[in-house]
T-cell receptor
Framework: DVKVTQSSRYLVKRTGEKVFLECVQDMDHENMFWYRQDPGLGLRLIYF???????EKGDIPEGYSVSREKKERFSLILESASTNQTSMYLC??????????????FGQGTRLTVV | TQLLEQSPQFLSIQEGENLTVYCNSSSVFSSLQWYRQEPGEGPVLLVT?????EVKKLKRLTFQFGDARKDSSLHITAAQPGDTGLYLC?????????????FGKGTHLIIQP
């Protein structure tokens, strides 16, 4: 089974802190993604990566950065956490097929609260 | 920007009833996935449909991809309390998935015993 593991289920951080969310996948997938999920807004793509050291902005990258030093690991960084970044963060990975079968496999999510 | 509209947003029905959830767009997708998400967990893939007009069945769940590959539906027969959850549809563009999936906002389904 594909496994995507996020380092924390729940986090509470203070405004202004630098926050690291870690994600590891064990299926040698090329693509990795970070989404945030908020009530009424659905899943929104923050950043994605299609290769080591490669990153692309998604729909809402402001206030976030990412790092992909190894193929299996994709980190999301909140440079200076703010209360409007309180959310459920979901990491996902997928195999690049060059075609149409682009199923995403998700981690269990990190519920981040910024106080 | 490709958008996916899901309807209804919320649905609460009794055990044993049938239901249909819709996922519509004005854009064409190369494939469409359906996911189910339980509270506090990540979404879990249910099915992928690729060909226009394709129908896939997963036990009591029937998934259909529209002929024009712009819309999809999920039909549940004889719903059970275990079907409760958030159902998400997601469309893939032509980039082989390297540019991420476009998600609908989901349908919150509650099946009451």
């Amino acid at each position: 089974d594909v496994k995507v593991t996020q380092s924390s289920r729940y986090l509470v951080k203070r405004t202004g802190e630098k926050v690291f969310l870690e994600c590891v996948q064990d299926m040698d997938h090329e693509n990795m993604f970070w989404y945030r999920q908020d009530p009424g807004l659905g899943l929104r793509l923050i950043y994605f990566s299609y290769d080591v050291k490669m990153k692309e902005k998604g729909d809402i990258p402001e206030g976030y950065s990412v790092s992909r030093e190894k193929k299996e690991r994709f980190s999301l960084i909140l440079e200076s956490a703010s209360t409007n970044q309180t959310s459920m963060y979901l990491c996902a990975s997928s195999l690049y097929t060059g075609g149409v079968r682009t199923e995403a496999f998700f981690g269990q999510g990190t519920r981040l609260t910024v106080v | 920007t490709q958008l996916l509209e899901q309807s209804p947003q919320f649905l609460s029905i009794q055990e044993g009833e049938n239901l249909t959830v819709y996922c519509n767009s004005s854009s064409v997708f190369s494939s469409l996935q359906w996911y189910r998400q339980e509270p506090g967990e990540g979404p879990v893939l249910l099915v992928t449909v690729v060909t226009g007009g394709e129908v896939k069945k997963l036990k009591r769940l029937t998934f259909q991809f529209g002929d024009a590959r712009k819309d999809s539906s999920l039909h549940i027969t004889a719903a059970q309390p275990g079907d409760t959850g958030l159902y998400l549809c997601a469309g893939a563009g032509s980039g082989g998935g390297a540019d991420g999936l476009t998600f609908g906002k989901g349908t919150h389904l509650i099946i009451q015993p």
